[in-house]
């Protein structure tokens, strides 16, 4: 009696496994490069408020393991307002990274009235996004990566945000 019911566990065990394995492989789909989890359509009320998109993707490569920040403009000063992103360099506390990530509007009348990011592709937890915020005045949009220590391939962030310029 003892062996067999030692084999029903066996088995129940393995069956548990194989759920699991099949979970994770079905969890994992979802995160393909492919896979979109930004909005793909501006919202219907975009031009008649006054506002504008704005989008970068930025692979792996341009924000992990910096050892000096990189400022990138975005707009045109002229036309429809200007700003800077900047990916500060990565700190490393133990075995966990950080990576601060800024977008600044560079005009005086032009706010962020929105923004998210995501990440698509790559390995689940090799880059966390622990926190965003915008600031209270709409100039500053603040994103916040951890990168838990050797969690594997990085992946592509997608970062979107809308600017409305105010009427001075």
Same mark, same amino acid.
């Given at each position: $009696? !003892?062996?067999?019911s030692?084999?029903?566990?066996?088995?129940?065990?393995?069956?548990?496994?194989?759920?699991v %394995?099949? +979970? *994770?492989?079905?969890?994992?789909?979802?995160?393909?490069?492919?896979?979109?989890?930004?909005?793909?359509?501006?919202?219907t009320?975009?031009?008649a408020?006054?506002?504008?998109?704005?989008?970068? $993707? !930025?692979?792996?490569?341009?924000?992990?393991?910096?050892?000096?920040?990189l400022?990138?403009?975005?707009?045109? %000063?002229? +036309? *429809?307002?200007?700003?800077?992103l900047?990916?500060?360099?990565?700190?490393?506390?133990g075995?966990?990274g950080?990576?601060?990530?800024?977008i600044?509007?560079?005009?005086?009348?032009?706010?962020?009235?929105?923004?998210?990011?995501?990440?698509s592709?790559?390995?689940?937890?090799?880059?966390?996004?622990?926190?965003?915020?915008?600031?209270q005045?709409?100039?500053?949009?603040?994103?916040?990566?951890?990168?838990?220590g050797?969690?594997?391939t990085?992946?592509?962030?997608?970062?979107?945000?809308?600017?409305?310029?105010?009427?001075?």
């Amino acid at each position: $009696m !003892r062996n067999r019911s030692s084999r029903r566990v066996a088995v129940l065990a393995s069956i548990a496994a194989v759920i699991v %394995v099949v +979970a *994770t492989a079905a969890f994992a789909a979802d995160l393909s490069p492919n896979a979109t989890s930004l909005p793909s359509k501006n919202p219907t009320d975009l031009k008649a408020s006054n506002s504008k998109a704005w989008s970068q $993707m !930025r692979p792996a490569a341009t924000y992990v393991g910096r050892d000096a920040p990189l400022l990138d403009e975005w707009g045109d %000063v002229t +036309a *429809t307002g200007s700003g800077f992103l900047t990916i500060d360099k990565q700190t490393t506390s133990g075995d966990t990274g950080t990576i601060t990530i800024t977008i600044r509007s560079g005009d005086s009348g032009l706010v962020i009235s929105n923004a998210m990011v995501s990440a698509s592709g790559g390995q689940v937890g090799a880059v966390r996004i622990a926190s965003t915020t915008l600031s209270q005045d709409g100039m500053i949009h603040t994103i916040k990566l951890r990168l838990p220590g050797e969690q594997g391939t990085p992946p592509t962030l997608s970062i979107k945000w809308y600017t409305q310029q105010l009427m001075l």
